[in-house]
């Protein structure tokens, strides 16, 4: 079984700075993409940003430029280094990895339990 473990989150105030980690564990043959995304109340989840096994990566508008997603293949994890917080960026973070079990076999995606991030005005 696999499992993705997120920390970092907390309160920050606008214009602060918080870094989430996403630490994949358990037994799989490679994880491709990863990503983060996020939910806030009463709206659906959106993608905050996605990073391949090759480091690229792909952001949402509202995020470009003042997020960064970087991995660490040999820890199997995804970072989110989030800078410039608004108050419109309170949600709940997921990080998600899509995962191979064996060669040739169709990759799964696998969801974190998600990390509160709320940045106050």
């Known amino acids: 079984q696999v499992q993705l473990v997120e920390s970092g989150g907390g309160l920050v105030q606008a214009g602060g700075s918080l870094r989430l980690s996403c630490a994949a564990s358990?037994?799989?043959?490679?994880?491709?993409?990863m990503g983060w995304y996020r939910q806030a109340p009463g709206k659906q989840r959106e993608l905050v940003a996605t990073?391949?096994?090759?480091?690229?990566?792909n952001y949402a508008d509202s995020v470009k430029g003042r997020f960064t997603i970087s991995r660490d293949n040999a820890k199997n994890t995804v970072y989110l280094q989030m800078s410039s917080l608004k108050p419109e960026d309170t949600a709940v973070y997921y990080c998600?990895?899509?995962?191979?079990?064996?060669?040739?076999?169709?990759?799964?995606?696998?969801w974190g339990q998600g990390t509160q991030v709320t940045v106050s005005s």
């Open positions: 990073i391949t096994s090759g480091a690229s990566t």
């Open positions: 998600n990895a899509d995962i191979t079990h064996y060669p040739t076999y169709p990759q799964i995606k696998y």
């Open positions: 358990g037994s799989f043959f490679s994880i491709n993409a």
